[in-house]
């Protein structure tokens, strides 16, 4: 079970090669055994991320997002009670979107793909890049 930090689903939808052969071999396994997932609220920071003009697709974001939500490869995960009050017990930095998807792979029992270093060194979720 795999879930995608918000960079890397990016990355993996329009630039994979910006990601780890490693990452990748885990994502392609994911997605043979259809547990590939990414958290809702990386469909919240996308949006974000482009309204302030710090991202930016070929085309309008709502139809980026419509085509990832099309292919059926990605399975999102709405944030729940039980995901929300471990994104705060896990006492990590204090980026919420991070916290959100660090908790939703904690939920899952999934790895947690991500590059962010901060997540990889906090040893409070399975990651790998």
């Known amino acids: 079970m795999i879930v995608l930090d918000t960079h890397v689903w990016i990355w993996f939808v329009d630039t994979p090669n910006k990601i780890r052969k490693k990452a990748l071999?885990?994502?392609d396994d994911a997605i043979a055994n259809q547990t590939?997932?990414?958290s809702s609220?990386?469909?919240w920071e996308v949006m974000m991320l482009v309204s302030k003009g710090r991202l930016s697709f070929g085309v309008?974001?709502?139809s980026w997002l419509d085509r990832c939500e099309q292919t059926g490869v990605f399975s999102?995960?709405?944030l729940d009670n039980s995901i929300c009050k471990m994104s705060v017990s896990m006492g990590l930095h204090?980026?919420?979107s991070d916290r959100f998807i660090a908790a939703t792979s904690v939920h899952l029992g999934a790895t947690l793909i991500t590059k962010d270093k901060k997540l990889r060194a906090s040893r409070k979720v399975d990651t790998l890049w």
């Open 25 to 27: 071999d885990a994502i």
């Open 36 to 38: 590939l997932y990414v």
């Open 41 to 43: 609220i990386s469909v």
């Open 60 to 62: 309008p974001v709502e």
């Open 76 to 78: 999102f995960v709405p």
């Open 94 to 96: 204090s980026d919420p």
